[in-house]
């Protein structure tokens, strides 16, 4: 498929064993269509998903919960206390707002939740991330595989930097104040998809097949090319009516997320 770009050629979407790639452009998506999230909150809550009714119960294992670019923990606790209240032992990310580079994130934050969920269930974790959160999650799997049991990404751009200009501009201005805090002690490309770091170099790899995939995405988004956020692989892709934002309160998300986590269950 191909991806429509302002002033640009098109871009040709790489094949899915190239993952995340060295590629980064605008998106010509209607970004509006962001305020209807509302709509999908409330039917969450009018949705006997969110009250556990009809889905797979789950086994107490930890899933861990990472929000997307410039968001912090705070917008996925409805996800957070829903997955607690279907069975599982579900932690917040506590990586603060994410607008920093990813590699130190994982490095100094994200990591000491996993180790915690990893040392108090004794199992194997679940991830799940919503945008960069995805990406996050997905590189986390890539680097532990040995640690992580499953990766769901929602709405996650990992197989490349497409999105709405704004969003893009936004990125930009914190590459530059990541430049200016970190210095020296980051990459010059960090905050592109250009970086060599840990977090983009695991990205570039096929996960394992001891971690299960799941990516979820709407072609209604506004703020990433859906295209990207594709596996490429049918049987791990799924399509949901919605928006980028609204993802985290999809009762169609919850119910994909739900037998997901169930068919990669672990052992006691």
């Not at 789950?58 to 209240?85: M, N, Q």
């Not at 996050?136 to 680097?143: D, G, L, M, P």
């Not at 009516?241 to 990669?264: D, K, M, Q, W």
Request: glycine fraction near 8%; include cysteine.
């Amino acid at each position: 498929m191909k991806n429509k770009a302002p002033g640009r050629r098109r871009s040709r979407i790489p094949p899915p064993e190239a993952r995340i790639y060295e590629h980064e452009a605008e998106a010509d998506i209607p970004i509006w269509k962001e305020a209807l999230f509302g709509a999908e909150l409330l039917l969450l809550h009018a949705s006997p998903v969110f009250y556990g009714l009809g889905i797979p119960r789950g086994d107490s294992s930890a899933v861990v919960v990472i929000p997307g670019f410039l968001g912090t923990d705070l917008y996925v606790t409805h996800l957070h206390s829903w997955l607690e209240r279907i069975g599982y032992r579900a932690y917040l990310s506590g990586i603060g707002m994410n607008a920093e580079c990813p590699n130190l994130l994982i490095r100094y934050r994200l990591t000491a939740t996993i180790n915690k969920a990893i040392e108090q269930t004794g199992r194997k974790i679940h991830l799940i991330g919503h945008s960069l959160g995805g990406i996050i999650a997905r590189s986390v799997a890539s680097q532990r595989p040995k640690d992580v049991a499953s990766v769901i990404t929602l709405a996650a751009p990992i197989r490349g930097t497409v999105m709405h200009p704004s969003i893009l501009r936004a990125a930009k201005e914190v590459r530059s104040q990541i430049l200016s805090q970190h210095g020296r002690h980051v990459l010059p490309d960090c905050y592109t998809p250009r970086c060599t770091c840990d977090f983009l170099s695991s990205l570039r790899c096929a996960l394992p097949a001891s971690v299960a995939e799941t990516a979820i995405y709407t072609k209604d988004d506004g703020i990433v090319d859906w295209r990207y956020c594709r596996t490429g692989d049918r049987d791990l892709d799924f399509e949901v009516p919605g928006t980028h934002v609204g993802l985290v309160f999809n009762p169609s998300v919850y119910t994909i997320i739900a037998e997901r986590l169930a068919a990669a269950s672990l052992p006691v």
